[in-house]
């Protein structure tokens, strides 16, 4: 059967809309992955995006980016696990919510609404999320199990976060301590730094005496950007081997670092000094002061009677540096990790009078009651009242930031559980080496540098809307429990909610097995980062105590952004090494952010955001993706710029016009692919080149996806598909695939433009299924009815390395070069393409060059009556023009001949331009009259007249002095030189 035509309109939203009925109305997608059925397996893992709202620019170009591969994939003869993920807890979630129901605080979540009204409210915000991201992901032609996610919030996804904490307990890699954790008040929970959003804040800088015991009018000068702190000082910090100095300052002796007096002294403060002494830091060890604020926190002087280091001066060789303050630093073990540290080491107690909403407890004395803020300012006056303020100043510095609602995040003492990730740090690098990072920097350097500082992982948050934390406490004894799944739970506590979410399963409780007491959940959930982490095994719903959990397969590939490097990429290794000593994929490959044309993140404050539906609704899905998979290399920021966003829709209405021109001339032709199949015997070499060309980009394509280079695809297909078919083999065969050509050649031609066509759909399948689809059904269903229902249900093409002919292809390099430098000469010299020339002579200045293959190509796309190659040419009238491996001359004598040829050309231009604007089809036949004056012309047109009537498609031509008077048809003129020359025709019955 012949083929059909394609439609001249290009609109890519129509035609998507159309493909994504045809995939719904046949079920595409369940019969392509039935087709999988019995293949290898290729195990995709899907990072979890939030459902927070709609998706972003970075989330479609992620989901695109997956979709490439999987699709890749399939073609390729794989079952393609491809189960979508969907991450439903934490405080993303939460925080959306409070603002919807105007909460402000956990108290107002509990007294206002309830915590089980909260988590519902949670739950219905996430779902109706998960639906709409659904359809936006769909609607990008993003193929996944769409019916059966994978969702953090499901009953047996939170027993897989379950059973990580079991194994982890069972190896002895789950603790429970106090750490100093960066913590949010106005969310009340511990923090990871993973969760952290710098911003650049204008702080207090202040420096301030502290009295040193037994000296009058001596003390110990430290620097503080948090005032906040100082009712929590306990110690000093100093450097062991820096030199210090007690100076006099007017009428006082203070101690500093010797390197930073003159900073302090005199740059900062204005202060004239005298070094009174000089001595190592080791020998302030020891040191008692008297803390700055005895009186107003009374709780310090128990602190001091009961451990004597309280209030003392520590060394710490890490933690003491000469880049700002005063070499002299304050110590606040319950307000810094690092105060945690050498508090720790030295035996200082743990001081934390600030709750976990960021306000002072009873045990902040004076400061009860107040918040941080508040705080700061009647700490400043107590010290200015008490001649403790040596100086007051702001500085501007970064500042962590909670990552959901913006708040100015605090250290505080917190008893938290942790999971001990840090005794597996040396096997996780070593475990990484095996891994293929693409970019390979992002993960044997940057993802090399995270694991070497891994820090133990804190599991628990304080919160609500989270997978719940699996560990009952005796409320009497020390005694816990860890339960690994529901069924345990069961057995412990006799039942079981319906949903195991807070509040709900706290209600169960069972005897202690060591007291009388009562077994009791530890009321916190787990940290989201968790959930996403333990999808290798909770994605596939198992569990502990089941036997499919030893069937959890390491991911062939995952990919995400490059802030996943101390997220998802890290917690996915660190539960795969918790549970099974494994890694967690084979092929990581890690993109960047997406940004405005400046560089600059999008953000709706900053009035630079785009939506992905403003995309595809003027450009349409395919532009898209299109755009996003080759706009930028692994692990580059992708910089958003509508400009190439068109330019890429031009690059594919390129194609589309490819195909439109094949189906035009084959639909004439009534060219049947199944009467005349791809012949190699008889092909000419411009078909060979192109076949040639072909194979070597499937090969191409083929090696830049294995190696997961996944943007060179598209830039493969582009430069196929733009330079090698649509500027090139298309005008090469242009005058074969005329309608009217009766020899074999213009079968031969469309044959091998079919059989190329064809297999292009096939390889740009995985990069632009829309447009793949709608051209298959056009192009190749209707000629071939028995191939496959879609173009997804075909295979990758293979390399068939016989026809990739490298000979052919370095000739046609050199053609193309000749054919460039023969235009440069032409627009020298004045002479329009379409005017033929006499003779282009080639001389080679490189023993490889040869031309064997492609003489008439370069004369007919130079135009050119004769090409010749030769040693050297004496003639120094002609046009020159050097390249690397031969010299072009271009010989521009006008004869007879070629001016017949020219006016002839000038015609035919002028009437296909006219029989365009009149609508008239390839396969119209037309009457053509032509008139001139002149005689000279008059001979010159008949000398040509079989090669015009043949061009333009007319039946009979006849040539006289003036046009016939009438009202039909239509008609034009052209000068050429001094005469006119007038034309006029009349359609014809086809």
């Known amino acids: 059967m012949p083929v059909a035509e394609l439609s001249k ?187 952290h959003e710098y911003k650049t804040i204008e702080d207090y800088s202040i420096w301030v005496k502290f009295p040193v015991v037994g000296r009058k009018k001596e003390f110990i000068v430290i620097w503080t950007t948090t005032p906040w702190t100082l009712p929590a000082n306990i110690g000093v910090m100093v450097h062991p081997e820096f030199e210090y100095v007690r100076v006099r300052v007017d009428d006082e002796v203070w101690i500093l670092a010797k390197g930073l007096a003159n900073i302090v002294l005199q740059a900062l403060m204005d202060k004239e000094y005298e070094i009174v002494e000089e001595l190592k830091g080791e020998k302030l060890a020891g040191l008692r002061y008297t803390h700055p604020l005895l009186e107003e926190v009374p709780h310090q002087a128990v602190l001091r009677k009961t451990n004597e280091k309280a209030h003392t001066v520590v060394l710490s060789e890490e933690h003491v540096t000469l880049e700002q303050g005063t070499g002299c630093v304050h110590t606040a073990p319950g307000h810094g990790p690092q105060d945690f540290e050498v508090g720790q080491r030295e035996g200082l107690p743990i001081f934390c009078p600030i709750s976990s909403a960021g306000v002072f407890t009873e045990e902040g004395g004076k400061y009860a009651g107040k918040p941080l803020k508040e705080a700061n300012e009647a700490v400043l006056a107590d010290l200015k009242r008490k001649g403790l303020l040596a100086y007051q100043g702001t500085v501007e510095h970064d500042y962590a930031h909670c990552w959901r609602c913006k708040s100015p995040l605090i250290f505080r003492a917190t008893d938290q559980w942790f999971l001990r990730v840090s005794e597996q740090r040396e096997e996780m690098i070593e475990k990484n080496k095996s891994i293929r990072w693409v970019p390979d920097w992002a993960g044997h350097t940057w993802f090399k540098n995270w694991l070497k500082n891994l820090q133990d992982w804190c599991i628990s948050r304080q919160r609500y809307w ?21 069924e345990e739970l069961k057995e412990k506590a006799g039942k079981i909610p319906e949903d195991l979410h807070r509040p709900w399963i706290d209600k169960l409780k069972w005897k202690c097995p060591k007291c009388k007491g009562s077994l009791q959940r530890v009321p916190d959930v787990l940290d989201v980062w968790l959930d996403s982490g333990v999808a290798p095994w909770a994605s596939r719903w198992a569990t502990y105590g089941t036997k499919d959990f030893d069937n959890w397969k390491v991911a062939d590939f995952v990919i995400e952004g490059k802030d996943q490097i101390s997220s998802w990429f890290c917690t996915l290794f660190n539960s795969t090494m918790l549970v099974a000593d494994k890694e967690p994929y084979k092929t990581v490959f890690m993109h960047g952010f997406t940004s405005d044309s400046q560089g600059r993140p999008m953000h709706k404050s900053a009035g630079n955001y785009i939506e992905p539906e403003a995309v595809v609704e003027k450009y349409g899905a395919e532009t898209y993706r299109f755009y996003c998979i080759k706009s930028t290399g692994p692990g580059e920021d992708m910089r958003f710029l509508w400009k190439d966003v068109e330019d890429t829709r031009r690059t594919l209405n390129i194609l589309w016009n490819v195909y439109v021109f094949a189906s035009t001339f084959m639909k004439a032709a009534e060219f049947e692919p199944t009467r005349h199949p791809l012949d190699l015997g008889k092909l000419q070499n411009e078909d060979r080149w192109i076949l040639s060309q072909l194979h070597r980009l499937i090969e191409q394509v083929n090696q830049r996806m294995e190696k997961y280079e996944l943007p060179f695809a598209p830039r493969l297909i582009e430069d196929f598909v733009v330079k090698d078919l649509s500027r090139w083999y298309i005008k090469l065969i242009k005058s074969r695939t005329w309608v009217r050509t009766e020899d074999d050649t213009k079968n031969i031609a469309l044959a091998t433009l079919y059989a190329v066509l064809k297999t292009l759909l096939a390889i740009i399948a995985p990069v632009l299924p829309f447009l793949s689809e709608q051209m298959y059904q056009a192009l190749v269903r209707p000629a071939e009815p028995d191939t496959p229902l879609s173009v997804h249900m075909l295979s990758w093409p293979s390399v068939d390395k016989a026809l990739i002919n490298e000979e052919l292809d370095r000739e046609m390099e050199w053609v193309l070069d000749i054919v460039e430098a023969a235009l440069f000469l032409r627009h020298e010299a004045g002479i329009k393409l379409r005017w033929p020339c006499l003779r282009l002579i080639i001389v080679p200045t490189k023993d490889e060059f040869a031309l064997k293959h492609f003489s008439s ?96 498609g007319a039946v009979s031509i006849k040539i006289t002095k003036q046009l016939p008077r009438t009202e039909e048809g239509a008609s034009g003129k052209l000068k050429f030189g001094e005469h006119q020359i007038e034309f006029a025709f009349t359609a014809t019955e086809k």
């Open 466 to 486: 989270g997978a719940p934390l699996p560990i009952w406490t005796c409320d009497k004894c020390d005694y816990f429990e860890v339960i690994g799944s529901a």
């Open 857 to 952: 190509v370069v004369a007919s796309q130079t135009n050119v009556q004769k090409v010749e190659v030769v040693k050297e040419v004496k003639d120094k009238a002609l046009k020159i023009k050097e390249l690397q491996f031969c010299t072009v001359y271009l010989d521009t004598t006008e004869t007879p001949e070629i001016q017949a040829e020219r006016i002839a050309r000038e015609l035919i231009r002028r009437i296909q331009s006219t029989r365009k604007q009149q609508g008239l089809h390839v396969t119209q036949r037309i009457t053509l009259h032509i008139a001139t004056r002149s005689v000279k012309l008059s001979k010159l047109i008949r000398k040509t007249k079989e090669s015009i009537a043949s061009k333009v």
């Open 9 to 195: 309109s290009f609109d890519l939203t129509v035609f998507e809309e159309e493909v994504l009925r045809f995939w719904k109305e046949h079920r595409v997608y369940e019969q392509v992955t039935a087709l999988g059925e019995g293949r290898p397996v290729f195990q995709f893992l899907d990072g979890p995006p939030y459902t927070t709202g709609a998706i972003h620019l970075g989330t479609a170009w992620n989901k695109i980016m997956k979709d490439l591969v999987l699709r890749y994939r399939r073609m390729n003869g794989y079952r393609v696990v491809d189960t979508p993920g969907f991450d439903m807890h934490g405080l993303p979630i939460e925080v959306h919510v409070e603002k919807q129901l105007r909460l402000k605080s956990k108290q107002d979540i509990e007294e206002k609404i309830g915590v089980d009204k909260f988590v519902k409210s949670c739950e219905d915000f996430a779902l109706s999320n998960l639906d709409k991201m659904t359809e936006q992901f769909i609607r990008l032609g993003v193929w996944m199990d769409w019916e059966s996610p994978y969702r953090t919030i499901d009953n047996p996804y939170v027993e897989g976060t379950w059973y990580l904490l079991k194994r982890a307990s069972e190896r002895g890699f789950l603790y429970r301590g106090l750490r100093v954790m960066d913590c949010c008040p106005r969310c009340q929970t511990a923090i990871a730094k993973r969760e």
